[in-house]
């Protein structure tokens, strides 16, 4: 079984600048969730996905946005990218109930010129 | 709202020698406890999971058991190898009431293992 991919797994942009990043999910996983991984900040969450409805948003301002389609897999896009947007962004996925784990991809690596 | 608190690291030591990664939570209601842990340049495994109080965990020689009335979720493990370099994170999920899946991470602790 396939896990969840990400792409592009690298990606150099320029300040104001906008990026697109795709996730793939597990076969049969509804539920996508996005995470952003700094050295300073950590793991935070960004927002989850559940047939194609934002289900939960963190605190990040409105240039982080994303979506579902209809066959799971899911797109954040970052408008007018500021130097501090680089880091690691994590995809993962779930069947959908709360009671299920999460599975990660590997992760776009975005860094800001 | 929702915090994990994990123990500073790097956590250096030496091969078979004896693991604890602390970690406290702080939620409201039930959450669900899972230990995740990152290799360099991969993203996150999930390492064990335990969904309600008194629950164990257990993989790979891993253990941890969520103790409601510590709020804790300590990482164990009874000989270490080279190969369990990593960083390792403490993690939490609301229960199943308007839960979701949103994950609330620990800092991380880095655990090197040396020959």
């Known amino acids: 079984k396939a896990g969840v991919t990400q792409t592009p797994r690298y990606l150099i942009k320029t300040r104001g600048q906008q990026v697109t990043l795709s996730c793939s999910p597990i076969?049969?996983?509804?539920?996508v969730s996005w995470y952003q991984q700094t050295p300073g900040q950590g793991l935070q969450f960004l927002f989850e996905?559940?047939?194609?409805?934002?289900?939960n948003k963190g605190n990040f301002p409105g240039r982080f946005s994303g979506r579902q389609f209809s066959n799971s897999r899911s797109e954040m896009n970052v408008s007018t990218l500021e130097l501090g947007d680089s880091a690691l962004y994590l995809c993962?996925?779930?069947?959908?109930?709360?009671?299920?784990?999460?599975?990660f991809g590997d992760g776009t690596r975005l860094s800001i010129l | 709202g929702n915090s994990v608190t994990q123990m500073e690291g790097p956590v250096t030591l030496s091969e078979e020698a004896f693991l604890t990664i602390n970690c406290t939570y702080t939620?409201?209601?039930?959450?669900?406890l899972f230990w995740y842990v990152q290799y360099p340049g991969e993203g996150l495994q999930l390492l064990l999971k335990?969904?309600?109080?008194?629950d164990k965990g257990s993989n790979k020689g891993f253990e941890a058991t969520y103790r409601k009335e510590t709020t804790s979720f300590h990482l164990e493990k009874g000989s270490v190898q080279v190969s369990d370099s990593a960083v390792y994170f403490c993690?939490?999920?609301?229960?199943?009431?308007?839960?979701?899946?949103?994950?609330?991470f620990g800092t991380g602790t880095q655990l090197k293992v040396e020959l």
């Open positions: 993690a939490l999920r609301r229960g199943l009431t308007g839960g979701g899946n949103k994950l609330t």
């Open positions: 939620a409201t209601g039930y959450p669900s």
């Open positions: 996905y559940f047939s194609e409805t934002q289900r």
């Open positions: 993962a996925s779930s069947i959908g109930s709360s009671n299920q784990p999460q599975h």
């Open positions: 076969s049969g996983h509804r539920s």
């Open positions: 335990a969904t309600k109080a008194d």
